[in-house]
């Protein structure tokens, strides 16, 4: 039924982490097609590690009609019950190929399906060809910035996939208030990552050196902005979370820890400095200085590279001197960043394609991921096995039923599994990586 006559968008994201749930979020919001049509939010939450927490929920700050934790099996069996004109997967690459297979055994009869959106979180500094692969198939995989839409469609070119999905947008949360001088106190901000860099020895240089500034300004606030609390995980895993390794440091009285929504943080920073959090993107975007560090190297390893021609690879010595970076505006543009406007056009393009889907002729047609059973019979049907599907998207036998819901003993002993599994990481795996250094 076409959205003009319900004068309401039925949008589901499905999300596996806090971040992805946020992107998935802002995103359906961005991307509706505008209008007089309310836009109604369902959200599903895909049961595993990195489910994300109440108080996580909280931090992000996104507000859905509704809000389920599901199984992948639950949430196809949800899809084929449910109408929506928008369906927006907000997953890791292999956690959307998994859907987009058993989303076409789901809707194989079906021409009035909703128009299927992906894309990535923030910056792509990794497993590009890998992980756009992986999406491919969804009607848009959204691209957050020009350079990322051209690298995306050379790759599914590359390997004589249609590229005709791929839609040019921008990172749904950039906004806020620009940055207009001094804040007093002075606020220098450190973007914590959970797995960058993953050494005990990097992410203690990187906390001592953060702890030395605040030494030598006394009249500064300085704030280690963390992203999870010990026992939570994000969309990375963190196996040495900075709480801990804080403790052991003696911090003087204007070191902070916080945690909290980072645009709320942003609105009080005069410096924002990080390895390579896409908070640097969204401190751009506000004007804030901000500095990408060069201590570790600059390496793929890292992601910094990714930032190689904005003008804000800095070191920490360079800061402590009192440089301040001048960012180069032609790499900002093509960041999808854009300090002085038009970021509200930014999802023009990817909301006039979805209009017109909405009202396609006949229905939209099956979707037709680049994988298959003939294009990848050795690494297809694993990454659907991950998620209890065989490779013709059908639930593999033996997989847990769909429509039960799990028994208070399986409860808790799924709770229980969870909390030992981020312990194990969280725990016991540095320590078995100490002892294989000894």
Not at 181 to 202: I, L, M, N, W
Not at 329 to 345: L, M
Not at 386 to 410: I, M, S, W
Request: proline share 7%; hydrophobic share 40%; net charge positive.
């Amino acid at each position: 039924m076409p959205v003009s006559a319900t004068k309401a968008l039925r949008v589901a994201v499905l999300a596996d982490s806090d971040t992805r749930w946020k992107w998935g979020a802002l995103t359906a919001s961005r991307i509706a097609p505008e209008g007089d049509a309310e836009l109604r939010l369902d959200g599903y939450l895909l049961r595993g590690r990195a489910t994300p927490t109440a108080r996580q929920l909280g931090e992000v700050g996104v507000r859905a009609d509704s809000l389920d934790e599901v199984t992948a099996l639950q949430f196809l069996r949800t899809m084929g019950e449910k109408r929506y004109d928008v369906l927006v997967l907000a997953l890791v690459g292999g956690g959307v190929q998994a859907m987009l297979h058993g989303l076409g055994r789901v809707w194989a009869d079906r021409a009035d399906r909703p128009v299927v959106v992906t894309g990535y979180v923030g910056v792509v500094y990794e497993k590009l060809a890998d992980g756009l692969l992986l999406r491919h198939g969804a009607d848009l995989v959204l691209a957050n910035s020009r350079q990322d839409a051209d690298r995306f469609r050379a790759v599914y070119e590359g390997v004589g996939a249609d590229a005709s999905s791929v839609t040019e947008v921008a990172l749904p949360f950039l906004g806020g208030a620009p940055y207009t001088g001094e804040h007093d106190p002075y606020t220098v901000v450190f973007a914590a990552q959970p797995s960058v860099p993953d050494s005990r020895k990097d992410r203690t240089y990187l906390l001592n050196r953060l702890v030395q500034h605040a030494r030598k300004h006394p009249e500064r606030q300085v704030v280690l902005k963390l992203r999870s609390k010990p026992g939570e995980h994000t969309t990375h895993i963190e196996e040495l979370p900075y709480q801990k390794l804080v403790q052991k440091t003696d911090a003087p009285p204007n070191f902070h820890l916080r945690y909290g929504n980072m645009g709320e943080v942003l609105d009080t920073t005069d410096l924002l400095v990080t390895v390579s959090s896409t908070a640097a993107l969204e401190s751009l975007h506000r004007r804030v200085p901000t500095v990408v560090l060069t201590d570790l190297g600059v390496r793929e390893a890292l992601g910094n590279h990714h930032f190689v021609g904005s003008g804000c690879l800095a070191s920490w010595d360079q800061l402590d001197a009192g440089h301040r970076p001048a960012p180069d505006e032609e790499w900002v543009a093509r960041q999808g960043v854009r300090p002085d406007g038009g970021y509200a056009t930014a999802f023009d393009t990817a909301r006039e394609r979805i209009a017109k889907l909405l009202v396609r002729p006949g229905g939209l047609p099956p979707l037709t991921p680049y994988y298959t059973p003939a294009t990848a019979p050795g690494y297809l049907p694993g990454i659907l096995a991950r998620h209890h599907l065989a490779p013709d998207g059908r639930p593999l036998p033996g997989a847990p039923a769909a429509d039960k819901e799990p028994g208070p003993v399986r409860q808790v002993v799924r709770r229980a599994a969870r909390g030992a599994y981020r312990h194990g990481v969280q725990r016991v795996a540095p320590v078995i990586r100490r002892m294989g250094e000894l």
